[in-house]
Nanobody
Framework: VQLQASGGGLVQAGGSLRLSCAAS????????MGWFRQAPGKEREFVAT????????YYADSVKGRFTISRDRAKITVYLQIYSLKPEDTAVYYC????????????????WGQGTLVTVSS
């Protein structure tokens, strides 16, 4: 399984950004796809997850209302739309995939992408 995250960059506070995660290497029925982030000097934290087949979603409390996770099954890509960006959203964002397990999966993932850096200026 390969996961390629992209879409990060430098954005002003209040702006929006859409991150993409292109997945390949297998079919993802039965998988959940997730986004995590790691801010400078902090531990990696869970952001959001989506079931590949059914599309159910789950978000960390800290991002509810501003982040939207979605997937395009034809393009085998997962997205993370971020609205109203804040300086504290500055982090490297990682996409990940996990097969099966309990729902929602918030920390144990099998495959990880390389991360994309989001920097929010005030």
């Amino acid at each position: 399984v390969q996961l390629q995250a992209s879409g990060g960059g430098l954005v002003q506070a209040g702006g929006s950004l859409r991150l993409s995660c292109a997945a390949s290497g297998r079919t993802f029925g039965g998988y959940a796809m997730g986004w995590f982030r790691q801010a400078p000097g902090k531990e990696r934290e869970f952001v959001a997850t989506i079931r590949w087949s059914g599309g159910s979603t789950y978000y960390a409390d800290s991002v509810k209302g501003r982040f939207t996770i979605s997937r395009d099954r034809a393009k085998i890509t997962v997205y993370l739309q971020i609205y109203s960006l804040k300086p504290e959203d500055t982090a490297v964002y990682y996409c990940a995939a996990v097969r099966g397990g309990s729902w929602p999966p918030t920390y144990e993932y099998d495959y990880w992408g390389q991360g994309t850096l989001v920097t929010v200026s005030s």
